[in-house]
């Protein structure tokens, strides 16, 4: 018999494992890569113009590979670049709010099942799932500074 702490680990990977198809099916509807969607979804998430070379840093890909991926983003109209103010060399990405809304469509079915099951949770559930889902995060944006691991494009596989 598993013990609790490994039964809460088959979970996390089976959580994860179960998020690929979900994430590969919104990522084709939108003619995305599902590296490109990661990587939208990662420019989305910072919430302020960021560098290519930051998200370099964050998400362990080449910067050759980057370049590819931000000029299909770009291509497509899900970002748009601008030259930094005070240095023009530098160039900052965002995203198009409009675009990124179409592609967070795609994921609303599966947002409103878990907002039903989470729903049934208690106010101190809620928060206990937060800390916990937060402080993985965390532990794996560590893990992942500790022994980069680049994400590969479809098409390098």
Known sequence: MQSSLERAFTAIKQFTIEM????????????LTTTDLQILHLIHLTKEPITASKLCSLSGLPSTNMT????????????HRTSDQCDRRIRLIETVPGKVNQIMAGFEPRKQILEGELSQCSTAELERIYEFLRKITSIQGLLARAEP????????R
């Open 149 to 156: 691991t680049p994400i590969l494009e479809e098409s390098q």
């Open 68 to 79: 590819r991926i931000l000029d299909r983003l770009e291509t497509n109209g899900f970002i």
């Open 20 to 31: 690929i198809p979900s994430c590969r099916a919104v990522a084709y509807d939108s003619n």
